[in-house]
């Protein structure tokens, strides 16, 4: 296992907390892109996930190039489960045309792992803004992205752009799961606050989506004291949502 649960009561000081880290053989990771008309141009680099990743945690994320024969190389890979993928842009077609590659890979002691990827069509999403609350700004121009909730990075997908009437459309997305950000101009970053929403698993073509803002803007005061009945001034309030899954980097707290 990588980390054991400790219970510490309030007030509890716990001593003698030995931890011991056996040493292990590393593996390697070994393979070659193809399809979309063999080997791709402008093939972005591959990356090399923990499948059991955790969000925000740096160090997750391995990238490997590939190189000029197709083939690439991941060496000194610790023994595990992995998701490795990689994008590349459809050679001949307009911008935004992304075909994508990915496998789940066991990584085993002393070994070499060959993974043949396979590059094929990104998928779409589409979908709309929704204001909650009075006088809606014009949102043309805005953009809405995609973020891996695995790695917290954007992968390459380029934003969608906003539309007159509210609409958005992003394409070349690869199969994970993603948060999508809309990107608020810095003057109605003041006044409108995207809603938090789970993450959601791209496995094809998604349409209908709704993302959602507002100028609701909560606010939360009150009084910190102690037991004795005095303001406890060196503290610190954290506000942050009930639901686990909405604990992401950047969320309002």
């Known amino acids: 296992p990588q980390a054991g649960v400790i219970g510490v009561a309030p007030a509890e000081h716990r001593v ?31 990356m090399l996930v923990p499948a059991d990743a955790l969000i925000g ?26 998701i490795l993928s990689t994008r590349a842009n459809a050679p001949g077609q307009k911008t935004g045309s992304v075909l994508w590659a990915s496998a789940n890979v066991l990584v085993t002691a002393g070994a070499t792992t060959h993974v043949a990827l396979e590059l094929r ?16 700004p014009d949102a043309r121009g805005w953009n809405v992205r995609l973020v891996s909730s695995a790695t917290e990075v954007t992968l390459g997908v380029t934003p969608g752009e906003v539309q007159a009437d ?31 929403a789970a993450p959601i698993d ?3 073509d998604l349409s209908g989506v709704v993302l959602t803002l507002t100028d609701r803007i ?3 005061s009150g009084t910190l004291t102690d037991a004795a009945g005095t303001p406890a001034t060196d503290y610190h309030i954290i506000v942050f949502p009930a639901d686990p899954v909405l604990w992401i ?3 309002g707290r």
């Open 218 to 220: 909560a606010q939360i």
């Open 121 to 136: 069509p990104g998928h779409t999403i589409t979908g709309r803004l929704h204001f909650d609350g009075k006088n809606p």
């Open 249 to 251: 980097p950047g969320s």
């Open 166 to 196: 509210g609409t958005f459309s992003v394409t070349g997305v690869v199969p994970g799961r993603y948060r999508l950000e809309v990107r608020v101009p810095t003057g109605a970053a003041r006044e409108w606050l995207p809603v938090a």
């Open 57 to 82: 945690v740096s160090g997750n994320l391995r990238t490997a190039r590939q190189h000029s024969d197709g083939r690439f190389d991941f060496p000194s890979v610790a023994p595990g489960e992995y």
């Open 202 to 204: 791209i496995a094809s």
């Open 16 to 46: 003698g907390m030995d931890m011991q880290i056996p040493l292990v053989r590393m593996g390697r990771v070994t393979g070659t892109i193809g399809g979309g008309d063999a080997a791709a141009p402008n093939v972005t680099p591959l």
